[in-house]
Nanobody
Framework: VQLQASGGGLVQPGGSLRLSCAAS????????IGWFRQAPGKEREGVSC????????FYAGSVRGRFTISRDTAKSTVYLQMNSLKPEDTAVYYC????????????????????WGKGTQVTVSS
């Protein structure tokens, strides 16, 4: 299993970016994919995830209504559309995979994810 995140960059506040997570060796019907981020000096936190099979989605409260996660199973790619970006969204964004289905209370638990990709930097600044 290999995960590759891409699509990061520099954007002004209020702008948009779309991140992609290309998953090699992964059938998205059987793997949950999560997006996490880590800002300087802070712990890595869960941003969103999309469940295996059902495609149920989960979001951190800080991004709900601004970010949208989706997947293209034919391309084995998961997207994170980020709108109305704020300076506090600045971080390195990572995607991760797990073979189990998440639940509301624990979907963002890092230890439940088995595979991690290298991150992509998102900087929101004027």
């Amino acid at each position: 299993v290999q995960l590759q995140a891409s699509g990061g960059g520099l954007v002004q506040p209020g702008g948009s970016l779309r991140l992609s997570c290309a998953a090699s060796g992964v059938n998205l019907d059987y793997y949950t994919i999560g997006w996490f981020r880590q800002a300087p000096g802070k712990e890595r936190e869960g941003v969103s995830c999309i469940s295996r099979n059902s495609g149920r989605t989960f979001y951190a409260g800080s991004v709900r209504g601004r970010f949208t996660i989706s997947r293209d199973t034919a391309k084995s790619t998961v997207y994170l559309q980020m709108n109305s970006l704020k300076p506090e969204d600045t971080a390195v964004y990572y995607c991760a995979a797990r073979s189990t289905s998440p639940i509301t209370s624990t979907w963002s638990r890092r230890n439940d994810y088995d595979y991690w990709g290298k991150g992509t930097q998102v900087t929101v600044s004027s």
